[in-house]
């Protein structure tokens, strides 16, 4: 069983920066592919980036060149630095677990933080 809490959403102006944590629960965190994922108000979750165990990234077409993700393993948290912001990245942002290896859609993952507010403002 794996828990994950997110911190660090907040209000921004458009092009400015934010850097979501994600810290998880568990010994073995490092097995596991972790994920951001976002939700904006009448639209559905949607696959923001993600990174392995062992470090492979893969991201939205949408956040390429802007997000960022990272994991520590030491300290089980993944990171997703989130720069040039735009208003039309304000959603809820979820961080995920998967035994999968690079997964990209929300049925793939197995464990969902409780989420974190992101509102870019124009």
């Known amino acids: 069983q794996v828990q994950l809490v997110e911190s660090g959403g907040g209000l921004v102006q458009a092009g400015g920066s934010l850097r979501l944590s994600c810290a998880a629960s568990?010994?073995?965190?490092?097995?596991?592919?972790m994920g951001w994922f976002r939700q904006a108000p009448g639209k559905e979750r949607e696959f923001v980036a993600t990174?392995?165990?062992?470090?492979?990234?893969k991201y939205a077409d949408s956040v390429k060149g802007r997000f960022t993700i990272s994991r520590d393993n030491a300290k089980n948290t993944v990171y997703l630095q989130m720069n040039s912001l735009k208003p039309e990245d304000t959603a809820v942002y979820y961080c995920?677990?998967?035994?999968?290896?690079?997964?990209?859609?929300?049925?793939?993952?197995?464990?969902w933080g409780q989420g974190t507010q992101v509102t870019v403002s124009s």
């Open positions: 568990g010994r073995t965190f490092s097995i596991y592919a």
């Open positions: 995920a677990g998967s035994l999968w290896t690079v997964p990209t859609t929300p049925t793939q993952y197995n464990y």
């Open positions: 990174i392995s165990g062992g470090g492979t990234t």
